[in-house]
């Protein structure tokens, strides 16, 4: 039997309480046990060799997880919090709104709308063609943009041409900035804005949105119609320099940016030869013609080369020996005998002979020579940037003998006759349609050339205006008698001379014509440069089509005449200027 020991409870009944160590009894004091006998085997003490083991396997435990957990939080705490706050709260920023763009009169061309089947906001261009190469369009920022900004990687779309790239710093606002919560699967269960994002401000720009759509059909018509490669159109004030309308031809869908274009798409249009998305009024360098004669007039008179009412006669030609083979002589050519004509009808007329003896020499006529020329083509802004508000600006060439060195390096010599070619705008000399423009501008208010700008100024939510442009105009010094007979001469081009059709406008103007070869052969350039009305001048324009068949004489003429009926039948020079 077991002993065991018996207590009461507090309610007076019996516990039997065995007592552990009475069960076993300990082997080592009851020798006469047989050991080898199971049933004989009581109790046996552990050796001290089991408990040092046990103890150190502690110890040594013990001493493995104090080492990782302070490996895990001193040196890899920071990285893990950082984790686990990333898997369960994320900043993210967002792009606000860009600004709207509207034209002078507050009409909306450009604003951005909901597109539901893509689920998400499109910028949008009110005309997609008429106002792609002013406009421009949005999408991803360009790498070399993201150096120089690097907040701008975080905008799903900035400016990336046109006046869209050139004012993105206003139209595309601040980012904003929110927090999600995220649970284990990725789903968002709450979220909350810490920083609004700050819409773009808007800009109102200085074109009028219904002139801009009418001149680039009249553009396009008339060089589709008359076989002409392209195009391009400029219509401003030559006062304050602002732009009425800036066209470029061919154009090209703007919206399609806004969608998301193709790669097959994009590519169809980089590889068209009519190269849609070259600009070509500030980019395109062409030979200028005889649109640059009123600058040589001018340059004549002021420098004392020619009197106003001395004429020269024009048989068609002149004819220059040639100093390094006797006998032998080079021709000239006008494109039709004039006879006698003097400055104002040499303008009229667009007599060439005239303008080789003023440009070159000719009898008894100095000449202003190739040094004075090219001064005074530069007074007039050419051979450099405009600093019209559109990225991709070219300048263009203003030839001389160092020039022609480069150019033609196996006929590196200058002649008398490279300096008739400038004199009426042949040759290597060129232009882009902004340099005529910015020119023909300072011509008309004899003073200065005015900076043209298609910014009017950025303006908040409620239209006050934030910022407005300002420029500096470049002073001419003109004497204005010398500059008053230039101007009668391009009155008399518009009555009885090449824009005769001009002549009988409701608005007076005057203007010079230019026709100059192109690259291609049997093709020519037309230009057109002038100024209404003329005796007030406020209304600049030029107008230029590439690349026509030679016999085509008129096609800037023509648009011209077109631009000038528009605008008479909408409240004349005031009410688009206004």
Known sequence: ??????????????????????????????????????????????SRFSFFLFFTFIIFLLVFLLTRVSWLTLLQGEAYAKRAASNSIQKTVFSPPRGLIYDRKGRIIVENRWVSHENEIQRTIHDDVAFSHVIGFVGLPALEDVEKDLELYNFSAVGR?????????YLRGELGEQLQEVDADGIVVSEGIIRDAVPGKSIVLTL????????????????????????????????????????????FNVNLFSGGISSEEF?????????????????????????????????????????????????????????????????????????FVDMRRALAVSSNVYFYAIGGGFGDVKGLGIKKIREWLYRFGFGSVTGIDLAGEKTSVVPGPDEKQFLHPSDPIWRIGDTYHVSIGQGDVLATPIQAARAIGGLANGEYLPTLHLLKKVVDDDMTAIKEWTGTPVLLHLNKDELKIVHEGL????????????????????????????????????????????????????????????????????????????????????????
Request: charged share 20%.
């Open 161 to 169: 041409d046109g006046v869209e790239y050139f004012y993105d710093e």
């Open 491 to 578: 009155k008399l081009a518009a009555l009885e001379g090449t824009a005769s059709a001009l002549g009988s406008q409701e608005i007076p103007v005057a203007v010079k014509t230019g026709t100059a070869q192109a690259a291609e052969k049997n093709r020519t350039h037309s230009w057109l440069v002038g100024f209404a009305p003329s005796q007030e001048p406020k209304l600049g324009m030029v107008v230029f089509l590439e690349a026509g068949p030679s016999e085509n004489q008129v096609g800037s003429v023509f648009v011209a005449l077109q631009l000038l009926n528009w605008i008479s039948e909408h409240g004349g020079i005031a009410e688009l200027t206004d």
């Open 208 to 251: 009028d949105a219904e002139f801009q759509k009418f001149a680039y059909e009249a553009l396009s018509k008339t060089a589709a119609e008359r076989g002409f490669q392209g195009g391009a159109l400029i219509v401003f004030d030559v006062v304050s320099g602002e732009v009425f309308a800036l066209i470029s031809i061919p154009s």
């Open 1 to 46: 039997m077991f002993p065991f020991s018996t207590r009461k409870n507090k309610r007076g009944k019996l516990n039997l309480h065995i007592a552990f160590d009475e069960v076993l009894v300990d082997a080592s004091l009851h020798g006469s046990i047989d050991e080898a006998k199971p049933a004989s085997i009581l109790e046996k003490p552990f």
């Open 267 to 339: 590519k169809k249009l980089l590889e068209n030869p009519s190269n849609p998305f070259f600009n070509r009024a500030i980019a395109g360098n062409y030979p200028p013609g005889s649109a640059i004669k009123p600058y040589i007039a001018v340059a004549a008179l002021t420098e004392n080369i020619i009197t106003a009412n001395k004429q020269i006669f024009s048989s068609g030609s002149i004819s220059i020996p040639d100093p390094y083979y006797p006998g032998r002589s080079t021709v000239f050519k006008d494109w039709r005998a004039h006879g």
